[in-house]
């Protein structure tokens, strides 16, 4: 069976960034889980005053990916830290190499 | 159906303790987990581990594994036995294998946000807790928004500079009446922004999972946008980078070139004495963005021509003698 919506589509930056109820609803988490991986400062900076959170298209995929990490390979916040930095740092060296060596 | 050994995908014995499968697990799971590997189907692999491990590392669920192992032995040695676990309607293991209620685990239960997604043969043995949890939280708890679901989308470099509308396939896990789980197959048409960029996201309210109970409203649907690889254009955030190549005398001399653009062919004026590897800017013209677009930056690349004739050769030699240059100075020769 076949359904066709059109279907309005938020662009998750800037304007649009999720709040931390939002967050938790997307990657299927508590609170508590993001709250040690914002502590951690994977999530991107967050201010730590009374303003509320916002999180960007980034910070979710980030976000998910940690959740997956702690779970699947069973590792605290700090272990998933330095794992997703050393991720950024290959996909960065990544994104290097494909500029700079022709396409051929 | 077959019957899946748990034990050999981890690679332990039958009689492994709860650590040596546990240190087994793990060391496959930081080999093939799709997040951090780069071997091929390691994805599928990951998920065959998983399963494995969410079924040893429970002693409950270890101890009715092992049981239903000594059943299948003993059916299994003929056809009759899985002919009628077949025939009687339910699952191979049915209900003479464990029981009209199955089993039903209280535990922590399976996480509908991991990676793996378990087999048909883990969900004949141990059930499917979606299809449970829908059913039980409809009639007991308060009506419960759906839940998000996330999917990936790939898309063309020119949709991002120009956006517009799009048409996409999902096909979801959705809980029936009944509570059974069936794949149903819709299409989201959807507009996409002019600008965005890969892994950006896109969120879609109201298209997730169905909202659980009267009333509830259903959970959103998340969209990472990829670019399909292009054979000319690469993309770094907002800029995009080709490579543009040109003639020895082009280089030299300087020249205006056609150059191609992700939307349009334009003409590029190429200063005298532009090396090879010079990266020419075209300001703005990278990804189009709300504040700022990005750049273009043409990767220059110097060429020869293909085996000359001999008037050419005879050029090149005059041009030998006119420029008397050692390329090698640089490296004391």
């Given amino acids: 069976m ?11 930056e800037a304007t649009q960034a999720l709040d931390l109820d939002a967050l938790c609803q997307a990657c299927h988490a508590q609170q508590s889980q993001l ?16 303003t509320p959170w916002r999180f960007d298209g980034h910070a979710l995929a980030r976000a998910r990916r940690a959740l997956r990490l ?35 | 159906m077959e019957f899946k050994d748990y034990y050999a995908a981890l690679g332990v014995a039958r009689s492994a303790d709860a650590e040596e499968i546990k240190r087994a697990y793990r060391k496959l799971a930081r080999k093939y987990h799709p997040d951090v590997s780069k071997e091929p189907a ?3 692999k990951f998920k065959e581990v998983a399963e494995a491990y969410e079924a040893l590392k429970d002693p409950e669920r270890r101890a009715a594994y092992d049981a239903a192992g000594e059943q299948w032995k003993q059916r ?21 294998g464990f029981g009209p209620g199955g089993f039903e685990f209280s535990g922590a239960g399976f996480d509908a946000e991991s990676s793996a ?56 896990a959705t809980p029936t ?6 794949m149903r197959e819709r299409e989201v048409r959807l507009q996409i922004p002019k600008g965005i960029r890969p892994g950006q996201q896109l969120r879609l309210v109201g298209q997730g999972g169905p909202g659980l109970g009267e009333g509830a409203p259903a959970g959103d649907l998340y969209l990472e946008i990829e670019f399909a690889p292009h054979p000319v254009f690469r993309v770094d955030g907002a800029d995009v980078h080709f490579d543009l190549p040109l003639a020895p005398w082009e280089a030299a001399l300087g020249a205006k070139v056609q150059a191609p653009t992700p939307e349009a062919q334009v003409e590029l004026q190429i200063p005298p004495g532009t090396p090879a590897g010079r990266q020419l800017r075209l300001r703005g013209k990278g990804l189009p963005g709300a504040k700022a677009s990005g750049d273009l930056f043409a990767h220059i690349q110097i060429v020869l021509p293909p085996a ?17 240059f050692n390329p090698r100075a640089g490296l004391g020769l």
Wanted: aromatic fraction near 4%; charge should be negative.
């Fill in chain 1, 2 to 12: 076949k359904q066709t919506h059109m279907s309005a589509a938020l662009l998750v």
């Fill in chain 1, 35 to 50: 709250l040690v991986l914002v502590e951690e400062g994977v999530l991107g900076e967050q201010d730590p005053s009374p």
């Fill in chain 1, 70 to 104: 702690q779970r699947e390979l069973e590792l605290d916040a700090g272990a998933v830290a330095l794992v997703l930095d050393l991720l950024d740092r290959i996909e960065e060296l990544q994104t290097q190499l494909r500029l700079r060596v022709p396409a051929r």
């Fill in chain 2, 42 to 44: 390691a994805e599928d």
């Fill in chain 2, 76 to 96: 299994g040695s003929g056809q009759s036995g899985a002919g009628r676990a077949a025939g009687s309607g339910a699952g191979a293991f049915g209900a003479e």
């Fill in chain 2, 117 to 172: 997604q378990h087999s048909e043969f883990f969900e004949a043995l141990f059930g499917r807790r979606a299809g449970a949890g829908a059913a039980r939280s409809a009639g007991q708890r308060q009506p419960r928004q759906g839940t998000d679901h996330h999917a990936r989308v790939r898309i063309d470099l020119l949709d991002a500079y120009r956006g517009g509308e799009r048409s996409i396939s999902l096909s979801a």
């Fill in chain 2, 177 to 182: 009446a009944d509570g059974r789980i069936e």
């Fill in chain 2, 308 to 324: 000359g004739t001999p008037q050419t050769e005879e050029a090149w030699r005059a041009l030998a003698q006119a420029a008397a």
